[in-house]
């Protein structure tokens, strides 16, 4: 996996379907407008990352914690209301098979993370297409906090779509789940992923070798030994 730094999106830039500040979709065949305006800030927090390389039918989306609004926004509901139906739209729009998404998390403060009742709710307006078509959700540095507020959301979620879900500590995790693809690390995520691989990559590397300990020769004779006297 070759790892992009982030292309920020100018201000300036606009969608292909929007038109005088609106961007005019379907949710669930209920027309709706997103005030573009609104979004523009936060439109960095989804982004394709093209197909599987070993199954060319399945794209893989990313989404940035980092790039979510602040919970001390004035309009912070209003915003959040209208980001949601920014990345349903463009869930619409990309999904066409199956596909994975990759939830960064790293480098997302709590004031920047949405509450339980808000991911209720955006779970359940979630049509039954992008439910069945999701083949895995990757959580890339989850923190104890947010492993919690998963587990306490568990009633809230078919216990199908709670089994897709995958904790990866380190982008070296990540790497080696999809060596061949592309992704966007923000640098700010870079410097996160610098302090959980200090963590999780020194723990992985000693239990690693007291696997290898454990099933050594030497270590097998020893056991045996133990076991008759």
Not at 14 to 42: M, Q, W, Y
Not at 124 to 132: A, D, G, H, P, V
Request: proline share 5%; aromatic share 12%.
């Amino acid at each position: 996996m070759t790892l992009l730094r982030s292309s920020s999106k100018d201000d300036a830039d606009v969608d292909s379907d929007e038109l005088a500040g609106v961007i005019s979709c379907l949710i669930d065949n209920t027309p709706v407008n997103i005030d573009a305006k609104t979004i523009t800030p936060f439109k960095n927090v989804i982004s394709s990352a093209g197909r599987l390389h070993e199954d060319n039918q399945t794209i893989l989306i990313a989404i940035y914690g980092c790039w979510l609004p602040d919970h001390r926004l004035r309009e912070y509901r209003y915003i959040m209301d209208q980001l949601f139906y920014y990345v349903y739209h463009k869930l619409e729009q990309l999904v066409t098979n199956d596909y994975v998404l990759i939830y960064f998390h790293g480098a997302t403060p709590k004031h920047r993370t949405p509450d339980l009742k808000f991911l209720r709710k955006c779970y359940q307006m979630i049509n039954f297409r992008l439910r069945k078509n999701l083949r895995s959700v990757y959580v890339v540095h989850p923190t104890r906090w947010l492993r919690t507020i998963i587990a306490l959301s568990r009633p809230f979620f078919s216990k199908k779509f709670y089994h897709k879900i995958n904790y990866l500590y380190t982008v070296a995790e990540l790497q080696r789940e999809f060596p061949h693809n592309n992704l966007s690390i923000p640098p700010i995520i870079e410097q996160t992923d610098w302090l959980y691989s200090q963590k999780y990559d020194r723990h992985n590397a000693s239990i690693k070798r007291s696997i290898a300990q454990s099933t050594s020769p030497r270590s097998t004779f020893t056991v045996e030994d133990e076991s008759i006297a």
